[in-house]
């Protein structure tokens, strides 16, 4: 007598996953698109192993094992998956859902995910992290447990507080105005990476657009719906459509592809209006500047350059040629091309921290791609990569500067 159909779950967020799990015909395409895959060679460590699993959770024909969790944990969802899945598999939501049921966080880590959702208290505890690091005492680190150890490794140079200035709310086009467009500034990026946000209002400017900063912008959930905290998300994601839905604007424009994909996916995940139209406008950087910045004039340059692509970038927002484009665009630069570019660097938001082991193996793998290149400067567009590939060109003492295309582009405008 054969066995009863496995029941479906019944909330209506296991039942979209379930749903979206339901599209994957395990044709295994994916299968060498994935890094944990490439590394370890299991079943278990790939998407369509992984979806197996999630299916058979929502089903209720397996239980949440150590081994079991342990093996979606190992995923980076970078989604490069996606970019090759003939079905169309929203890996990235299913993986979402299976997190916000298997996750629990202790409290020290929810409070430094509300932090980013909280722009006062950030920038005090950014300036807290800047004074140990002047006065050295983040060095004493190497005495507590482990977990600390790394977030202290891992923890960037944070800039003076002069340098991490709000950015003005309102900065005009230079010459006649072609139009206005919005900056999303970001929690990681106004802390770590203010200049990154400078050069993109400069380069905007420069291009003939009126730029603005809507101060009730916030974090754009991204690094919360990694770790399985969709309400945050959400909500945070909500906070962001009501900021941006001035409808003058040309266009909402993003510097870091993690937040780029989290805008790129507002109309699925809030289902309104505001969130369809924080996606539809919403571009990065380098598209905006390729398709509107005939203005922008660079000085020409004898400079090897090689590009890195953002996983959320290439395979959630779907951006794969304007970075590459808009670099071209620079008298003398030579572009080197990265065997496997779109694979992941192992930075995954906070993955380097959870995943110490598998990060720095996946990196090293990256790391040996780019010395093939002989190039000078690597260049990439999120913060966690940027950070990520830094740190392992300075272990291998690699004479390669890591720079954000705005960065690039910024220094050399003519």
């Known amino acids: 007598m054969s066995s009863p159909a496995p029941a479906p779950p019944k909330s209506a967020a296991e039942s979209a996953a379930y749903l979206a799990s339901l599209d994957c015909v395990h044709c295994g395409l994916c299968v060498q698109q994935c890094p944990t895959y490439l590394m370890t060679g299991r079943e278990s460590a790939n998407p369509r192993g992984r979806i197996y699993l999630m299916r058979a959770l929502l089903e209720g024909r397996t239980e949440p094992t150590p081994g079991l969790v ?24 299913v993986m979402a859902d299976a997190r916000s049921r298997l996750r629990k966080p202790g409290r020290i880590r929810r409070w430094m995910m509300s932090l980013l959702g909280r722009k006062a208290a950030l920038h005090r505890f950014a300036g807290l992290i800047r004074l140990t690091q002047v006065t050295k005492v983040d060095q004493l680190a190497r005495l507590l447990p482990a977990r600390v150890r790394r977030l202290a490794a891992f923890s960037p140079r944070i ?18 105005a072609r139009g206005r467009v919005a900056v999303f500034e970001g929690c990681v990026m106004s802390v770590v990476f203010a200049d990154v946000n400078r050069d993109t209002v400069r380069l905007l400017s420069a291009a ?16 919360h719906e990694h770790d399985g905290d969709l309400a945050s998300a959400h909500s945070l994601l909500g906070q962001n459509s009501t900021a ?90 030579k572009m080197v091309p990265m ?63 890591v720079l954000h295309p705005a960065t690039l582009l910024a220094r050399l405008l003519a």
């Open 70 to 93: 342990a093996d979606l944990d190992l995923c980076l969802v970078c989604r490069a998956c996606e970019s090759i899945c003939p079905s169309g598999v929203q890996f990235g939501e």
């Open 159 to 176: 800039p003076p507080k002069s340098e991490r200035l709000p950015l003005p709310s309102f900065t005009p086009a230079e010459g006649t």
């Open 208 to 223: 003939g657009y009126d730029v603005v900063v809507p101060s009730e912008a916030t974090c754009c959930g991204a690094l």
């Open 244 to 333: 941006y839905s001035d409808p003058s604007l040309l266009a909402i424009v993003h510097n870091s592809s993690g937040c780029g994909a989290a805008f790129a996916g507002a109309g699925r995940s809030l289902g309104t209006d505001l969130g369809q139209a924080l996606t539809t406008r919403s571009q990065d950087l380098t598209r905006f500047l390729l398709d509107h910045g005939q203005a922008l004039r660079f000085r020409s340059v004898d400079l090897v350059v090689t590009y890195d692509a953002p996983c959320h970038l290439h395979h959630a927002v779907r951006e794969t040629t304007a970075p590459l484009e808009l670099l071209a665009r620079v008298p003398g630069l």
């Open 339 to 401: 065997e496997e570019a779109s694979l992941c660097c192992g930075a995954a938001g906070i993955y380097n921290l959870d995943q110490p082991e598998m990060s720095r193996s996946i990196l090293a793998r990256k790391l040996d791609h780019l010395a093939a290149t002989g190039a000078e400067v690597l260049v990439t567009g999120n913060p966690g990569c940027i950070l990520q590939w830094r740190s392992g060109i300075a272990e291998r003492k690699m004479a390669v500067d």
